[in-house]
């Protein structure tokens, strides 16, 4: 935006009109993702980048063309020509993942918790913030980014490698339930915990894997000591 301003009086009429264009996309963009909930999301904020960097090249590409008295050349047309094409690209590619609204399978598990598990159940998972927010349960997080409790599990005992050190991990945390967001066929059988399925859901997550949208299984299990 600075350069924009510092430059705008020496663009020519030409680029001012494609400036303007791609700060309408730019605002849209930003429209669009304010209103799928996803403008914070870490998974596309990134994507907000390619206008800006196509207007803040065709700033300094203007810039440079008035110090030689000449038009664009045409390896900075080239340049801008590929800047645009990479954009449209990528945001008509993610464009189908953007639709699929993960929210509202979360919700639906959330709802089961609620209605299977016990106020006071301690859920031990990883995709913390839907599931917590909905199912009005204690979450502990596997990864410690909001568990002060977990990551100083995490620095004394380090990640757990197997299955045993993470009932472990569990156990310290007292966990009830453990969700597996990433459900593989075979059920865990552990040394000190009986894992119990009492639930198990398809998911679909807005995040681009392998040039689509991800598909997982989320399995709930109630966790007793052996």
């Known amino acids: ?23 309408i996309y730019l605002l849209a963009l930003i429209a669009y993702f304010t209103w799928i909930n996803q403008i914070i999301s870490s998974r596309y904020a990134s994507y907000f980048n390619l206008p800006i960097v196509l207007v803040a090249a065709m ?7 008035q110090a030689r008295g000449k038009g664009f050349s045409r390896g900075v047309q080239g340049c801008l020509a590929m800047q645009f094409g990479l954009a449209c690209v990528v945001l008509i ?3 189908p993942v953007t639709r699929i609204s993960e929210e509202r399978e979360i919700k639906k598990v959330a709802a089961f918790i609620r209605a299977e598990t016990a106020s ?20 502990i997080d596997l990864f410690g ?20 050190q993470f009932e472990q991990f569990l156990i310290a945390r007292h ?20 894992f119990r399925q009492i639930g198990e ?3 679909q997550r807005n995040i681009y894997v392998h040039g689509r ?13 052996k």
């Not at 009830?176 to 040394?191: K, N, S």
Request: net charge positive.
């Open 1 to 23: 935006m600075a350069l924009i301003l510092c430059t705008w009086k020496t663009q020519t009429k030409q680029t001012k009109v494609v400036i303007v264009i791609l700060t």
């Open 59 to 65: 700033c300094l590409a203007q810039q440079h063309t």
């Open 93 to 95: 590619t993610i464009f």
């Open 120 to 139: 006071d159940a301690r859920l031990a998972l990883s995709e913390i913030g839907a599931v917590g927010l909905y199912s009005q349960r204690y979450i």
């Open 145 to 164: 980014l909001t568990d002060r409790a977990t990551l100083a599990w995490h620095q004394q005992h380090g990640q757990p490698q197997s299955l045993a």
């Open 175 to 194: 966990a009830t339930h453990y969700i597996d967001t990433a459900a593989q066929e075979t059920l865990p059988t552990g040394r000190y915990l009986d």
């Open 201 to 203: 859901f398809p998911v």
């Open 213 to 225: 949208w991800l598909r997982s299984q989320w399995r709930i299990y109630a966790l007793t000591a």
